[in-house]
């Protein structure tokens, strides 16, 4: 009896009619990687709509998962902050347009258990596509500048959003 699709030995890949596919990181804690396959669902059945124009977001989800990218098992720097971006672009795509996520959203999901370092860089990411004004940093609700935010804060859709 199998109890799902057949895996390489290894675990990183699934092979489904003799073909590999790169499996989603399993150090994504369930809500999350729940949340990022549901927006991966939303985002094909965009693509089935929408065609080209919405094929980003299946890109996003599929990186956040680690299924696009760098392998999630020999991850570098520069891969986790390209993680770390599309899992916010993801994340918040599949949120409610007026609900935020927080940077710990992100750094969990491509730091696993070892995710507190991460919260740096997801702060920082969210500065840049704050920046470019894709996202708003806000605390207590108000949009504010990262670079001078202290404690908490939240990442929402900016004004320069794109679905």
Do not use: N
Not at 27 to 50: F, H, N, T, W, Y
Not at 101 to 130: F, K, M, N, Y
Not at 149 to 160: H, L
Request: with cysteine.
């Amino acid at each position: 009896m199998v109890d799902g699709p057949e895996l390489t030995d290894d675990g990183h890949h699934v092979v489904v009619g003799g073909r590999r596919w790169r499996t989603t990181d399993p150090s994504i804690p369930g809500p999350l990687a729940a949340e990022l396959r549901s927006e991966l669902m939303a985002a094909r059945r965009a693509v089935k709509d929408q065609g080209d124009a919405a094929r980003h977001r299946v890109q996003d989800a599929k990186v956040a998962l680690g299924e696009r990218g760098e392998p999630w098992w020999e991850p570098t720097d520069e891969g986790r902050r390209d993680r770390v971006e599309a899992t916010i672009r993801a994340l918040l795509r599949h949120r409610d347009p007026d609900r935020t996520i927080c940077p710990s959203d992100a750094a969990r999901v491509v730091g696993g258990e070892r995710w507190r370092p991460w919260v740096a860089v997801a702060r920082d990411v969210a500065a840049q596509l704050h920046a470019a004004g894709q996202v708003e940093v806000r605390q207590k609700g108000r949009r504010v500048d990262p670079d001078e935010a202290r404690g908490p804060v939240r990442i929402g859709r900016g004004p320069q959003w794109t679905d």
